[in-house]
C-alpha cells in the first residue's frame, strides 16, 4: 500500500494551543502544550486499523428530536443541519463517523458537571451520530441550541454552537471543531471563536439555507468540513 503524500496542516488557520491575550481563554494555559511539537508522518497505523463506531450507528441517531424523547417532543427551535467532509483537494470523504453533542434550547447539557440554572428538557438527550454517503454528505435534524453562561471572566457567555467530532479510517485520525450560527451577536465577545485567526473564523460559521429549510418544520444550515489545505475547517488541537 503507498501512502499519500504527507501535507503539513495549515497552522495559521488554527488557534494558539494557548491563547496569549489577558482577556483571551483561559483554559488553554492548563490545557495547551509548552513545548515544541514533534510531526510524525503518516505510516500505516494512522491511515489503517481499527475504527471506532462505524457499525453500530442506528436509526435515529442522526435526529437528535427523536433520540431522546420519553414522554414527548423537544422545546426549542427544530433545525436541520447538513453539509458534507472534503479533503484539502475538494474531494468527499465517504464513510465518515460524525459524533455531535450540544445544549438544549435553555443553554443546558444532559452532564452532571453542567450546573447552568437552566431547565433539563427531559425529551432532549443533545448528541447523535451518522455516517458520510458516497458523497461525503452529512444530515442531523436537532433543537437549536442556547447560549449558557461559562466563567472564563465576568459576563461570560458562550454562543449558540454544536460540538463535531470525526473519526477517519483509523480512530487516530479523529478531528474535533465547532460550528456556530450566522447573526450571533456573541461571537465577537467570544475568547474561543475570537482566539481564531480572523481569516479563518467565518469557516466555522454555518449558512441559514431555506433549501435545506423543511416547510413547516424546521429552518436549515449548511456547515461544510474541510480537513486540510488553505480553506482547511479550523479545529480544537
Known amino acids: 500500500m503507498t501512502s499519500p ?7 495559521s488557520s ?4 494557548i491563547d496569549p ?28 486499523g481499527p475504527v471506532y463506531g462505524h457499525d453500530s450507528v442506528g436509526e435515529l441517531d442522526a435526529d437528535l428530536t427523536r433520540n431522546g424523547r420519553r414522554n414527548g417532543e423537544p422545546l426549542g427551535e427544530r433545525i436541520v443541519v447538513t453539509g ?18 450540544q445544549a438544549n434550547a435553555a443553554g443546558r447539557y ?28 452529512y444530515r442531523f435534524h436537532s433543537i437549536k441550541p442556547g447560549a449558557y453562561p461559562w466563567g472564563n471572566h465576568p459576563n461570560a457567555w458562550r454562543p449558540n454552537h454544536i460540538h463535531f467530532s ?25 475568547p474561543i471563536f475570537t482566539g481564531i485567526p480572523e481569516t479563518a473564523r467565518d469557516r466555522l460559521v454555518a449558512e441559514f439555507s431555506i433549501d435545506v429549510t423543511e416547510a413547516d418544520f424546521a429552518l436549515g444550515y449548511v456547515f461544510d468540513i474541510v480537513l486540510r489545505g488553505r480553506a482547511i475547517t479550523p479545529m480544537e488541537d
Open 166 to 190: 470525526l473519526f477517519g479510517p483509523a480512530f487516530a485520525t479523529r478531528l474535533v471543531t465547532q460550528m456556530y450560527f450566522p447573526g450571533d451577536p456573541l461571537l465577537k465577545l467570544d
Open 14 to 17: 488554527h488557534p494558539s494551543f
Open 21 to 48: 491575550r489577558a482577556d483571551g481563554y483561559r483554559s488553554s494555559a492548563l490545557r495547551g502544550p509548552t513545548k515544541p511539537l514533534v510531526p510524525i508522518r503518516q505510516s500505516l497505523s494512522e491511515l489503517t
Open 84 to 101: 458534507r467532509v472534503l479533503d484539502e483537494d475538494g474531494r468527499p470523504q465517504a464513510n465518515t463517523l460524525i459524533e455531535v453533542w
Open 5 to 11: 503524500p504527507f501535507r503539513p496542516r495549515d497552522w
Open 110 to 137: 444532559i452532564h452532571k458537571v453542567d450546573q447552568h440554572d437552566a431547565p433539563v428538557d427531559p425529551n432532549f438527550f443533545g448528541g447523535g451520530r451518522c455516517i458520510t454517503d458516497s458523497a461525503g454528505r
